[in-house]
């Protein structure tokens, strides 16, 4: 599968434990978004990054969550010290920055936080 | 920054029936706008998308419409199938897609055999 992919699909979690999720982008994509979905809502956008500068973070991204791409190809999400309300799919996306191209959304990983 | 409302939020419509979804958006320097399909547990895929400098762009059964003057935008889907059925969601973005995606809320298409 050439798509974008991530790990793990599904995390459960205790609250206040920290929790890293994976994704891996289209080979020759260098722009990597990454969204929060909650039940019955559109994806909300946290932060991007292209290549492996982090270009924008969200308000809604608070301190406890942090992304990572070291090398400008694969990204990382921590959330530390998880809360209930950080329970939702996270998705990723990858795009090639050229004159616009579209996002290409990976599977997500849905996090339940008990 | 960008606020993008979608309606309606359900919507049924009869199998060869069409089905129209409707979005505004308020920051006029947007310029790029896809149409996203969501199917129960999976990821969202690109079924559409248009451009600033285009009014109206058609692919087979779907087509979306865009009036910049008002700042809304439309999709239409004709001869609705049972597939066809599944949460739709419109977003706006800046610099023809090369920046975050701003989502409506979604509308959840039941296509009733």
């Known amino acids: 599968d050439t798509g974008v992919s991530q790990n793990p699909r599904h995390k459960i979690t205790k609250r206040g434990q920290n929790v890293t999720f994976r994704c891996d982008p289209i080979?020759?994509?260098?722009?990597l978004y990454w969204y929060r979905q909650t039940l019955g809502q559109g994806p909300e956008f946290l932060t991007y990054?292209?290549?492996?500068?982090?270009?924008?973070k969200s308000r809604l991204l608070s301190d406890r969550f942090s992304a990572e791409r070291p090398k400008g190809s694969f990204s990382t999400l921590e959330i530390q010290r998880t809360e209930q309300g950080d329970s939702a799919m996270y998705l990723c996306?990858?795009?090639?920055?050229?004159?616009?191209?579209?996002?290409?959304f990976g599977p997500g990983t849905r996090l339940t936080v008990t | 920054g960008e606020n993008v409302e979608q309606h309606p939020s359900t919507l049924s419509v009869q199998e060869g029936d069409s089905a129209v979804i409707k979005c505004t958006y308020s920051?006029?320097?947007?310029?790029?706008f896809p149409w996203y399909k969501q199917e129960l547990g999976k990821r969202p895929q690109l079924i559409i998308d248009?451009?600033?400098?285009?009014g109206e762009k058609k692919d087979q059964r779907i087509a979306v419409t865009l009036n910049k003057t008002a700042k809304h935008f439309s999709l239409h889907i004709t001869e609705t199938q049972p597939e066809d059925s599944a949460v739709y969601f419109c977003?706006?973005?800046?610099?023809?897609?090369?920046?975050?995606?701003?989502f409506g809320t979604g509308t959840r298409l039941t296509i009733i055999p």
């Open positions: 996306a990858s795009s090639l920055a050229t004159s616009g191209e579209e996002q290409y």
């Open positions: 080979s020759e994509h260098n722009r």
């Open positions: 990054f292209q290549n492996e500068a982090q270009l924008e």
């Open positions: 920051d006029s320097a947007s310029n790029y």
């Open positions: 248009i451009r600033s400098n285009v």
């Open positions: 977003a706006a973005t800046l610099n023809f897609g090369n920046e975050k995606l701003t």
